[in-house]
């Protein structure tokens, strides 16, 4: 596969990508150049810096990383910044890898040490809690602690423990400030499989009706979710690791081992060895490859190879906020037209849950990354000629991993699917483009995942019920006043707003008025994810209602047309006339937006961007990101 062989669209992205970003690519990659050095820049430090730096460490390590006594020269020192806790699933099996890491990169012939921790909330516990309103904000939290860990000059490369949500493109956008240093991501794998996702699904339906108990959805819930690992079904969290790996941030196939396998043991150490071996410092006569900054990595090939993935798989459309703030950090301007651009030539390869009764075992099961990168590089979908962690080349990540009597070795992975309900070739894809549009129209931009929602339901057309927060929608639904066509417009939900919460709780009460007959969409500035299931939900609507967007105008009653067919969004009310409405409603003020320590994130309330630059508060200005974008136009 070389570059001739490229899907012209998606080489046509990459150049577009590419020929906007030049300026701030240009000026973020001389930034990194500047800050690499050939040795460590802690031997630069002052004296007394430098022996605070080390102070902690065993005699051994004291002098290795001075560069003194019987080990020789210098040895690269690699920080561990990790997202551990033990009351989420997916982080908890975190807890011993810093003392793994620490041994294997001893025996790689470095030194590491915990640098620091970042802060990890779970989107599924806050579910319609105050603490959702912080969690968009958590992944600039994160991005801050990690540039709090690795800010000391004494690194020369970097681990990085995490998995959920926010936490990941948090970690990557923090280790783009110091893209001089050779980074590797580190995984903590899947749950094992549990109550299937449908079952699950049905008995929260069920709840919403009343026709079952809070002890029976519990049961169900705690059956779903049941050991360590990242929850199996194909949301966010899952998404982030399957882009991770290819990014090229991942080692080959580490991204959907089991916690407690063998092989989850002998991949992390791997990552310890390989990071050690790709910094500055690495021995290039016995090395695959030497010296590997993520700078190199995250290029525009790399982030539209992460679009691309993105969409083959149906994955969260959280990631249309979290690719275009990673890019951003990286000096790339990325924007939601490249994604759809991108998704009329991606086809559909991915059933998982929410879009199928698979999860993410199931995937792996399948074929799993190795048979997805390998088939959609076949199919022209990728870049091959990429920079990773593992080396030169995404062919690498053909391979999957295994144990040869106990050591770690890589394979060609399987070149068929091993299950096609699952996972399907480029040339048999279950549809033909990757589910994930762009609508436009007098209510603004917004993102709709349809790779869940079935073909009937593309278009709704139907009175507008709106709401400013999911207590007045459930209120409405609970007293039967939905029992109708509706597209419920849920406003002030944007990240200026309340930090753009995810809105799941609505899900199975709009899946009950969708079962019962009834044309059901769902518009709003606010967020759903990868969970959003069956129903056609028009979200990240920008311009925010809390930035004077039109939703702020829309009316009980206005007819709204939700069409995923020909990307539209519209408020059928003349243009002068909706023009001239007053806005209603309003979003918190400051006084309001208090407790659960919301107060202490009124900051970055204030200076967020909007979604469709990623609603970040951290990285690129936003000016210089959205005069870029509108330079070179599709």
Known sequence: MNEQTTHPTVAAVTERIARRSAPARSAYLDRVRAAASERPVRTQLGCANFAHGFAACGVEDKLALRGTGPQGPVKPNIAIVSAYNDMLSAHQPLRDYPEQLKTAVAAAGGVAQFAGG??????????GRAGMELSLFSRDVVAMAAAVALAHDMFDGALMLGVCDKIVPGLVIGALSFGNLPTVFVPAGPMSSGLPNKEKARVRQRFAEGKATREELL?????????????????????????????GLHLPGASFVHP??????????AAGARVAATTALGDPDTLVRAYTPIADIVDEKAIV??????LATGGSTNLTLHLVAIA???????????????STVVPLLARMYPNGPADINHFHAAGGTAFLVGTLLDGGLLHPDVQTVAGPGLDRYRQEPYLDEGRLAWR??????????????HDDPFAPDGGLRMLHGNLGRAVIKVSAVSPDHHTVTAPARVFDGQAEFTAAFEAGELDHDVVAVLRYQGPRANGMPELHKLIPALGVLQDRGHAVALVTDGRLSGASGKIPAAIHCTPEAAAGGPLAKVRDGDVVTVDAVTGTLVIAVDDAEFAARPATGAAPTDTQWVGTGRELFAALRGSVGPADLGAATVGTPLDHVRDQAAEVAP
């Open 118 to 127: 970042v802060p990890a909330m779970c989107d599924g516990i806050t579910q």
């Open 219 to 247: 049961d169900a819930e705690a059956k779903a979710y049941h050991g360590i690992g990242t929850c199996t079904f194909y949301g966010t969290a899952n998404t982030n690791q399957l882009l991770m790996e290819v990014l």
């Open 260 to 269: 407690d396998q063998p092989l989850r043991a002998a991949l992390t150490d």
């Open 305 to 310: 190879n992460a679009v691309v993935a993105l």
């Open 328 to 342: 951003a950090a990286a000096g790339i301007t990325l924007t939601w037209d490249d994604f759809a651009e991108l």
């Open 412 to 425: 060609d992975g399987p070149a068929k699917s091993l299950d096609t309900e699952v996972l399907r070739p």
